[in-house]
């Protein structure tokens, strides 16, 4: 059974820093392209940053220069290093693992609480 579970969420001030965990089982994590991915109520979830089988990462421009995202395999755990946190990054963040256009799965979210 495949499960991704988030971690590392919380309350922080704006210009803190939260580093998010994904946790991976039931699946060989390096095969796949990984994401972070964040939602707030009444919008779409968007892509925060992804990383490939390779390594080479992509961000969203909301998130250049302060997020950052890295793999380990061998932990079958990935990292979202956020610094510089504004309010507007309040949201629930999810981890993504896809293998391809079919196959993809999702963690249960944690919630990132950037304060004023």
């Known amino acids: 059974q495949v499960q991704l579970v988030e971690s590392g969420g919380g309350l922080v001030q704006a210009g803190g820093s939260l580093r998010l965990s994904c946790s991976a089982s039931g699946i060989i994590l390096s095969i796949y392209e990984m994401g972070w991915y964040r939602q707030v109520p009444g919008k779409q979830r968007e892509l925060v940053a992804g990383?490939?089988?390779?390594?080479?990462?992509n961000y969203a421009d909301s998130v250049k220069g302060r997020f950052t995202i890295s793999r380990d395999n061998a932990k079958k755990t990935v990292y979202l290093q956020m610094n510089s946190l504004k309010p507007e990054d309040t949201a629930v963040y999810y981890c993504n693992a896809k293998l391809n256009a079919i196959v993809s799965h999702w963690g249960q979210g944690t919630q990132v609480t950037v304060s004023a």
């Open positions: 990383i490939t089988r390779g390594g080479n990462t």
